[in-house]
């Protein structure tokens, strides 16, 4: 019996080569349009699809495989004998192999000013269809969705002639992996089209592509993997490594924390990072001054940080960076004298990376569930405040206070930030009470905390936390209020003479 393989592609990548291997293995070749074009000017002989069906492409080319000569060819069960007398009734052949790759969807919604016209028109319905034949028909059909299949269909044609059971088996695998990947892409841009303002589907659909395998997860017993969104990434999955070993799971994590923060300042910023959490943040006309703020505040911490940057990296700044251990640099740009200072670290990872544009969503997984909400993109000014004790801050320390509420929104809960001169001075994180992180801040500020002010992420159930600040020289407190025990916290913020403000809303981070 005839042998036939079904070859219709739009990336041709190593197309003729597995072609020539495909005939010489003994199978006919039919192709569409231009797959079928590219294939006979190689030398290769291609029957187009037109001429196999007996039925000319119509509607510009929308209709071609939608056939049932190419359907029930692929589909027909081979060890169903009535499968087999109907395809001989209507005298359709058996197609053994099916090497598609869909229209270009993604690389056309990923270039600027696309129209909608453009973006339907590269929706791709017969390739899909093809591969999910193919793919549900694993027992006798070999799908290829992919040119790094290619290899591995060669080597087994080139000595078997035919493929085994194991390689279809992974194959259809990939096929359903690839059209789910397709058919994702093409819901999250209707739904972003057609459906704006519906915020949470009734059906969640993610896409993601691998970037690479991880030497291992957050820890060694762990594998891990680092996926990017396919169109328009940014922060770290856009980010171009100019230096050191690659990236780890915990690093790809950690640099990801420091650039959020950092999407919070439009002035000159700089912030340190460890586990997630800001060891140091600061902001300064300089982005060398701003850097050796946020390094002042704690450096026993900042030891193996990540260290973020909104301006380039200039050679003042990078001499500072390289006095002490640190794991990754991240700067939109570096100076020429820069790069070279922090090339001498050769472990030294460096990132050049555009501002992040935060995601729309934040995902938080859970055995067997996915927590989606809105992103916290809460920013506040000094109409959104209530003056609630009888000292009011002044215009400095409200400036720091809004400051400090900047950097709690990214500490862990309970959240804790002392600041001043629009630097933390320390930071007390993910405590299991907000008075344990009161006394953890003030401790790992060491003497600096005098004078300074305090955000804090969630409000104050009892007057314990102002009476520790005020007794550590803290002079202006910023928390959401919203307890019952409020009158209390206020007469003890007047009792000491602390200006106390109140945001009205908070910024857990679990």
């Not at 400036?399 to 950097?407: C, E, P, S, T, V």
Request: glycine share 6%.
């Amino acid at each position: 019996m005839e042998k036939i393989a079904l070859i219709s592609v739009s990336d041709k990548t190593g197309l003729l080569e597995t072609a020539r291997v495909v005939q010489d293995a003994g199978y006919k070749i039919i192709a569409t349009g231009g797959t079928a074009k590219a294939i006979k000017e190689a030398g290769i002989e291609a029957t187009e699809v037109s001429d196999f069906t007996g039925f000319p492409e119509i509607l510009g080319g929308r209709v071609k495989t939608l056939h049932p000569k190419i359907h029930a060819g692929i589909l027909a069960r081979r060890k169903n004998k009535q499968d087999l007398e109907i395809l001989e009734q209507k005298k359709i052949a058996l197609i053994d192999i099916v090497i598609i790759n869909l229209y270009p969807f993604k690389e056309t919604i990923s270039k600027q000013g696309i129209s909608l016209e453009e973006a339907v028109e590269n929706i791709d319905i017969g390739g899909p269809s093809m591969i999910r034949a193919a793919a549900k028909n694993f027992e006798s059909v070999t799908v290829i969705v992919s040119p790094l299949q290619y290899p591995e269909l060669i080597s087994q044609l080139k000595s078997e002639k035919a493929t085994t059971p194991e390689f279809r088996k992974k194959c259809a695998a990939k096929a359903f992996e690839h059209t789910a990947f397709y058919d994702a892409l093409i819901q999250d841009y209707f739904h972003s089209q057609f459906l704006q303002e519906e915020t949470f589907s009734e059906k969640l659909v993610l896409a993601f592509e691998k970037k690479f395998e991880c030497r291992y997860g957050e820890n060694p017993h762990q594998r891990g993997a680092f996926y990017g969104r396919p169109i328009s990434p940014a922060g770290i999955a856009s980010a171009k490594q100019l230096n050191g070993k690659e990236l780890s799971f915990n690093n790809i994590y950690d640099a990801d924390a420091a650039l959020e923060l950092l999407s919070e300042f439009e002035e000159p910023a700089a912030v340190i990072v460890k586990h997630t959490n800001p060891c140091g943040a600061a902001s300064a006309e300089k982005i060398e001054n701003a850097f050796e703020k946020a390094l002042d505040c704690d450096k026993l911490s900042a030891f193996g940080g990540i260290i973020a940057l909104n301006r380039q990296c200039n050679i003042e700044t990078a001499v500072q960076i390289t006095s002490f251990f640190n794991e990754i640099v991240i700067a939109p740009a570096f100076e020429n004298k820069a790069l070279e200072k922090l090339r001498e670290k050769k472990n030294l990872r460096i990132l050049e990376s555009k501002q992040i544009r935060p995601d729309k969503f934040d995902f938080k997984k859970i055995n067997s569930g996915l927590l989606v909400q809105e992103k916290d993109s809460l920013s506040l000014n000094e109409k959104d405040l209530q003056f609630v004790s009888e000292k009011k801050p002044s215009e400095n320390q409200l400036r720091d206070l809004l400051f400090a509420w900047k950097i709690a929104k990214h500490v862990k809960s309970n959240a804790i930030v002392l600041a001043k001169e629009k630097a933390t001075v320390g930071i007390g994180a993910g405590q299991m009470s907000r008075v344990d992180s009161v006394e953890f801040a003030i401790k790992k500020s060491g003497a600096i905390h005098k004078k300074s002010v305090l955000a804090s992420d969630g409000f104050f159930p009892f007057r314990d936390s102002i009476d520790i600040a005020a007794k550590a020289g803290i002079e202006a407190i910023m928390e959401p209020g919203g307890s019952i025990q409020d009158k209390e916290v206020i007469q003890a913020a007047n009792q000491h003479k602390i200006a106390l403000v109140f945001s009205g809303k908070r910024h857990f981070k679990h």
